[in-house]
């Protein structure tokens, strides 16, 4: 079975299921496509357990299915209530058509990641399926599009906030963080990672990832960020030597930059980690640098 085209086939299942059944056909119709042609391609052997196509298809149905649920208890309280009747009927849904369906928004001048996070922290509802799904589909159809990545990820990580959609949502940061590395948008690279840094353990980077990432927070200033990604990518990389250069040199980079706390954290995590560590007196020696450093600031002037 060829690759799906979800852009036309799931407004069109929403239109039927809106024909056939009414309201939750809304809600039927995408979902019993999604499983339809998830179950085809599956027989025909051309569908992989990472088909994030269909796995977008299902989490829009069960977006959408929230979304409708609580607009069906809004409904439901309003009809207590004679004077708010009117008001129900301007909120109630309506019905997806292709003309109305999420489409992938046009290249032109690209917001700053300031400009797109509050964008979407204003995005409720259906606004927020409907701007994850254009921005899913720009980056299906055009992977190098960073922006649109970058938007997905901030969506996702604020609309896929259920364990059972970690995977979409850690997914999306990782995907996002990839094209902006990839298109020489670091600092981009370094604003998502922020976004995620609760969650930095479950990201899912290329090995030749790690370090341009790192470097990326390192230059924002963010150096207890750049130590762990600098660290996770000599680690990955088997190279425990390097990783713990890593560490030290950006607990120099701390020392530097007037930082003596971070620098005395870091050190001291290249001796915790790895005590046998040939660089033990060197560290040693500028962790008494420091935390002079840090008397001399803390004392009674």
């Avoid at 094209?179 to 990201?203: D, H, I, K, P």
């Avoid at 990432?213 to 130590?227: H, P, V, Y």
Wanted: a positive charge; aromatic letters at 6%; hydrophobic letters at 50%.
């Amino acid at each position: 079975m060829d690759r799906p085209n979800w852009k036309f086939l799931l407004p069109s299942a929403a239109v039927g299921g809106f024909v056939l059944v009414g309201f939750w056909g809304l809600l039927v119709g995408p979902l019993g496509t999604a499983w339809y042609v998830s179950w085809r391609r599956k027989r025909d052997g051309s569908e992989t357990a990472e088909d994030e196509d269909a796995r977008l298809a299902v989490f829009m149905a069960e977006a959408a299915r929230d979304q409708m649920a609580a607009s069906g208890r809004k409904a439901a309280s309003a009809a207590a209530s004679p004077g708010t009747a009117a008001a129900t009927r301007a909120a109630a849904p309506r019905p997806v058509t292709p003309a109305s369906a999420p489409r992938a928004p046009s290249s032109g001048a690209k917001p700053s990641f300031a400009a797109l996070r509050q964008r979407v922290l204003q995005l409720e509802g259906k606004a927020l399926i409907d701007a994850f799904a254009r921005a899913r589909l720009a980056e299906i159809e055009n992977g190098r599009d960073a922006h649109a990545s970058v938007e997905v990820a901030l969506i996702a990580r604020r609309a896929a906030t259920q364990p059972l959609h970690a995977a979409v949502r850690l997914r999306a940061a990782s995907r996002a963080i990839a094209a902006c590395l990839e298109s020489g948008q670091s600092a981009l690279a370094a604003a998502v990672f922020g976004e995620y840094v609760a969650e930095r353990t479950a990201l899912r980077l290329a090995r030749e990832h790690w370090e341009p990432l790192g470097r990326a927070l390192l230059d924002e200033g963010a150096m207890m960020e750049a130590a762990w990604t600098l660290h996770a990518g000599a680690v990955h990389g088997n190279d425990l030597l390097s990783a713990q250069k890593r560490l030290i040199e950006v607990a120099g980079k701390a020392a530097q930059a007037g930082q003596p706390k971070i620098a005395l954290k870091l050190y001291e995590t290249v001796l915790a980690k790895y005590p046998d560590t040939q660089y033990a007196d060197f560290v040693r020696s500028n962790m008494r640098i420091e935390e002079k450093k840090l008397a001399k600031s803390t004392a009674p002037a």
